[in-house]
C-alpha cells in the first residue's frame, strides 16, 4: 500500500537525481494512488479518511511543490490524475 512515508521517499529519491542531471523538466504527472475507503460512511474509521488525505491530497501537494521551481524554469506543466 501507498504511504506517505513511501511518498517522501521516492520525492528525495529522484530530486538529486533530477537536480544533477537534467537542465530542465518539463512536465510533473501526480496520480493519487490510495482508495481505502470501502463501506457505509459510519462505519469507516476515521484514521482511513486521514490515511486517505494524507496520501492523496497532501502527497500530491508536497510533490507538486518539490518540483515546481523546476518547471517553472522550463515553462513547463503539473498534470494531476484522480
Not at 44 to 67: A, E, Q, S
Amino acid at each position: 500500500m501507498l504511504t506517505i512515508i513511501y511518498i517522501k521517499f521516492l520525492v528525495q529519491s529522484v530530486f538529486p537525481f533530477l537536480y544533477g542531471f537534467v537542465t530542465g523538466m518539463w512536465a510533473v504527472v501526480n496520480n493519487a494512488g490510495l482508495t481505502a475507503l470501502f463501506g457505509e460512511a459510519e462505519f469507516v474509521p476515521v484514521d482511513l479518511y486521514h490515511k486517505c488525505m494524507d496520501v492523496n491530497l497532501y502527497g500530491t501537494v508536497r510533490t507538486i511543490r518539490r518540483f515546481l521551481y523546476m518547471i517553472r524554469e522550463s515553462k513547463g506543466i503539473v498534470f494531476c490524475l484522480y
